[in-house]
């Protein structure tokens, strides 16, 4: 039987009974495979990491290493959350590397998106390279794989996933508890393990994280700019009790500065762009009618309390012709 094909008869899981089935499941798998043996995961924040590090913190506890590297492109407070919850509450063996200015300093100058995707992606697999390393007696390597990626690949799973690309001498044995679930399924169960709402139903996130919201080469200014205005969007939807009813929702700074009053004087600041989609499978999608109210909320709010910022922008372009990224 292929490891990698769901059987059709498997129960979609809907609910804490079947999640926590599931949990037993795999926790007795994940002991028979690895037994007294270490496993690396690079733990991004995003649900499917977070998810697979849970479930193997309950079945190996700290034979489990993680790693989560900050690259400097993560949304506000997203970094702490990651510590606070894995190794404060959880327990997990965690390794914390905050290379926001190794990151920075790379894409310097860098302002083709393409270009810039490359520069974070390999930096990324240099950083954790390093650190796989530094820990011995690692023989396992952990991936937060989900269904859609097999299905997607022409030849099982795809080649981007969080570590593809380590050298030869770094070739472990992969473990992937949730490689045949959907995400509303890792979802479930990541409720099911106790992980934080906030983190089960964190929006999809770029792997550039926020370097393709701050198109054109970044600057640490607008950058700043960007993760304040975000901050904002996110809170006032959550408020307004939009999170899980509009599918992703997020701000860009673009590079390029508007002519604008403040004051009583002339200011030459940057637009923030308000970006809000609804779809299904993302191949398309549809902008939300926003309440005017709480646009202007959010407008005001972030024309107060963001520094350079003299602008605020809804995009009302539906994918297509219009990508739902920036960048």
């Known amino acids: 039987m292929d490891s990698n094909k769901r059987p059709e008869n498997m129960t979609r899981i809907t609910t804490p009974e079947l999640a926590n089935a599931f949990i037993a499941e795999q926790i007795a798998a994940i002991k028979a495979q690895v037994g007294d043996k270490k496993v690396l995961l690079a733990l991004s924040g995003g649900v499917d990491s977070s998810v697979v590090a ?12 993680c790693v989560h590297v900050n690259h ?29 200015d190794r990151f920075l300093d790379k894409l ?33 390597l952990a991936q937060g794989t989900i269904y859609p990626d097999i299905i997607e690949s022409d030849k099982g799973v795809k080649a981007h996933h969080n570590v593809g ?45 926020l370097g393709v919201r701050c198109t054109g080469a970044i ?22 009790g939009l999170v899980g009813k509009v599918w992703q929702y997020f701000t860009i700074v673009p590079d390029y500065r508007s002519t604008g009053v403040r004051n009583g004087g002339r ?47 809804y995009d009302l372009s539906p994918k297509g012709p219009a990508t739902i990224e920036w960048e």
């Open 267 to 313: 200011v030459f600041d940057w637009p923030v762009i308000i970006r809000a989609v609804n779809t299904v499978d993302a191949m398309s999608a549809t902008v939300p009618e926003l309440d005017w109210a709480l646009l202007k909320k959010i407008t005001d709010r972030i024309l107060s309390e963001v520094t350079g910022v003299c602008r605020v922008l």
């Open 219 to 240: 600057t640490r200014d607008r950058l700043a700019a960007l993760r304040e205005a975000d901050a904002i969007l996110r809170e006032e939807f959550d408020k307004a």
């Open 72 to 100: 400097g492109l993560m949304r506000k407070g997203e970094s702490e959350q990651v510590v606070k919850v894995f190794r404060d509450q959880l327990g997990a063996n965690l390794v914390y590397i905050d290379a926001t």
């Open 54 to 65: 849970a479930l193997l913190i309950k079945a190996i506890g700290r034979q489990l290493v």
């Open 165 to 209: 690309g380590l050298p030869e001498d770094l070739k472990f044995e992969l473990v992937e508890p949730v490689k045949l679930l959907f995400k509303d399924e890792v979802r479930v169960v990541g409720t099911a393990l106790g992980l934080p709402a906030s983190m089960v139903h964190r929006q999809p996130f770029p792997g550039p994280g």
């Open 108 to 140: 310097a100058g860098v302002a083709d998106p393409e270009a810039k995707r490359k520069v974070i992606g390999g930096e990324f697999i240099r950083v954790f390279e390093e650190e796989a390393r530094k820990i011995s007696g690692i023989e396992f």
